[in-house]
């Protein structure tokens, strides 16, 4: 047994192979029988446990710490590397007897290395075979066994033929080769020095998927491979080169469909018109398509202090404004900052106002509106508002101003233009409060800190945009209802500031039921930039904070339904059921009589059904219900203060 | 221990400057006709058989060569031995896995090879598989699983299918005869 390992250590070692080694192997038969089954894999267990037995040598091959796969068979030069490694001084000197062994390892590993690999055999007959190595008899005589082997030239007596004469046959799926008809068996970039592992892992590299790890398993992942450039081999179409180099003058070049069709007889339905629209090159075009660039120079000219749009047109943000990009692009805004993407200040201001003036708070729909997106504009806050909106009523006020919301942007830029900023909107708004009513600011700023402090981290505008599309479809409710005021059908949130005018005025006429409302001089201040969208019949907002608060009920009721005490309600949980569906719903007209809870209070049961008005004037209806929508809201959870459910006004509201 | 031009001769393993040593280098004629150069990097008497690598630079073609039809042997020179070097381990299940993915490769590619067809008809079985789905049936092309292309595969030998897929494969025919005229067989 030493001497096994000695002779296994000293063949492997020893470069010269047949050194003769000064053992005498006749007398360990079964030394050969191991090197043998070296590709007989069943019997290399034993010839470990051989090996294991040695004194000294480890028992288990893992000295050299490679990284190969330990199968439950190891390669029998695996074994032997790890022996190797010790320093065994090995009696080189042998007799030629051993040479047996030796000799026939170096060709066994070979042989070993060349499994599965794609071999061609030449055949005495001059045939030539091609197919995968399989086996080898080590034992004997180097017969050989190919898998899926085909012929490639028939050596036989039919001699060479031309290729085009010569008939395929299928490929033998075993294929059995004697070592006497064996002339040579020529592997093809068969990698044999240092590792079968490279063997493996290139061929897996070209079929398989590899995982990293089993890339680094390998020590040497693509040694000496040869790289070829790559050289077209004729079926390339010529005229490719340059084609992506610049997409105007080389794009008439290729065409890809003229090509198709001339290789392949396909004939294109491509027709561009499908995707695009069809420009109307007319008379007036040319001026149409002057104002075109006109205002798309005017778009694109404007300052914007959105970080996102400045950044598509190209603007460089200035680089010592520490932001990075997550303030840049996240979605979570700070606490404390302000929306300074643009949003229209006016939203700002009449969320703000609108807030502080009814319900000196959130507005209802900003409870709603998921903390989305910082108000972008006017249209997004809709956009915003409305998906967080369950309640039909909600919808189809939200409905309504899309169809009138293309107006807004334009009402929106030329704002934005004003007042860049929203700081800027922000003491505009604040002027603006002010002027409508010292207690307003006041309300205001408060209403601001209370929205803050009930963490909302929107800003203020948020709430407001939320609280604007409900204004919004307040006044367009307006609008339809009533042309009588004339009111500009601006469906932008001006309009909601003349339906928050009148709600504003509500409170004037609260005891005198429905006045018609006037103008209130308020209007004149928010309405400076908003133009003719206001209703200039709307009566101011006064709070009348000794309003009764509100509740809906099928009796109509002539007193005001405004809430009692303060505007600010903390959250008022008793009181939701009274809460009519008005905020939201104010300017619609559909009667939703099965709707009053408002999804603002989840779990809400309004016992009273909200009566569309029936033979009330519309317009003051609308007031009043925004009035009464908007009073019993508190701050931040948006429930009502408590109403009275027998509120006349209630029923009139819807 | 240069037999050069020897015949055929079994070799006996000899202590010194015996035949095929490992690391010399051999210009080999053989039986078949076929001449190439190695270094012998192991050789086993019994089955006679060498196993050679060229020299580097050359293409890493590993043969394994039954010396007993070796018909010339030229020795060119010693280089130094370790092709085989130390570190040599094979990886089985490597080996077998790659075995395996050969196999199936090997099948893949069986099947689209005809049975009993010309080279032509299976050169021109390739090109069209370039750009559409074929598959043999028999002698005939089966192209797109309508279209059928039978010997001898010429323009009016396309039968079957739709107009539009008859006419294209037509087009696509001709149009890799004429390739495969211009760049030969």
Known sequence: MSLLALDLYSILRDPLFFRVIGVDFGGFGDSDGRFRVLIHWNTLNSFEAAMNMQPGLPSKASTNGSPYIRGEREGVLNKAKSIKSHPANAASNGEAGSLKGDSRDGLVYLTTCKIGHLVEVHLKNGSVYSGIFHAADVEKDFGIILKMASLIKDGGLRGHKTRSEFVRKPPSKTFIIPADELVQVIAKDLSISSDGMSNAVQSEKSGELLTDSSISKSFHTDQGRELKPWIPDGDVPQGLDNVFDDPWKRGRGWDQFKVNESLFGVKSTFDEEIYTTKLDRGIRTREMEERAQRIAREIEGENTRDLHVAEERGFQLNEKFDIDEESKYSAVLPVDAFDDSGFDEEDDELLDTCNDETFGGSSTSTVQKPASSSGKGYEELRAASQPSRNNTSVDQSCSISDDHAQHLPSEQRSKDFNAPGSSISESQLGERRNKNNPEFSHSNRSAEESVSGHGDTKEGAKLGGGGTSAWKTVAEKERQVSEVSGKPKSESFTGQSASRRSSESRPGPSTSSRPGLSPSSSIGSLSSSEKSTLNPNAKEFKLNPNAKSFKPTAAARPQSPMADASFYYPAAPAPVQQMPGMPLGYGIQPQYPGQQQMIYYPGHQHPQAFYPPNAQPQFPQQQQQMMMGRQPRPQMVYMPPPYQPDNPYNQGRE | ?185
């Open chain 2, 1 to 185: 221990m240069d037999p050069a031009g020897a015949s055929v001769a079994n070799v006996i393993g000899g202590s010194e400057g015996e035949k095929f040593a490992k690391g010399n280098i051999y210009s080999v004629k053989l039986i078949t006709g076929d001449e190439f150069r190695g270094i012998v990097m192991a050789y086993d008497p019994i089955p006679n058989f060498v196993g050679s690598k060229p020299r580097p630079g050359h293409s890493k073609n590993t043969r394994m060569v039954n010396a007993s039809f070796i018909t010339g042997l030229s020795y060119l020179g010693k280089t130094e031995e370790p092709l085989l070097r130390d570190s040599c381990w094979v990886n089985l299940d490597g080996l077998r896995a790659k075995e395996a993915l050969a196999v199936r490769q090997a099948e893949a590619d069986a099947e689209r090879m005809g049975v009993g067809v010309t080279a032509e008809a299976q050169s021109i079985f390739d090109a069209l598989s370039k750009t559409l789905p074929v598959q043999w049936e028999k002698s005939d092309i089966l192209v797109m699983k309508e279209v059928r292309v039978r010997s001898p595969y010429l323009s009016d030998s396309v039968f079957g299918g739709t107009d539009a897929a008859n006419n294209r494969v037509k087009k696509v025919l001709e149009l890799e005869r004429r390739r495969l005229q211009l760049f030969g067989t």
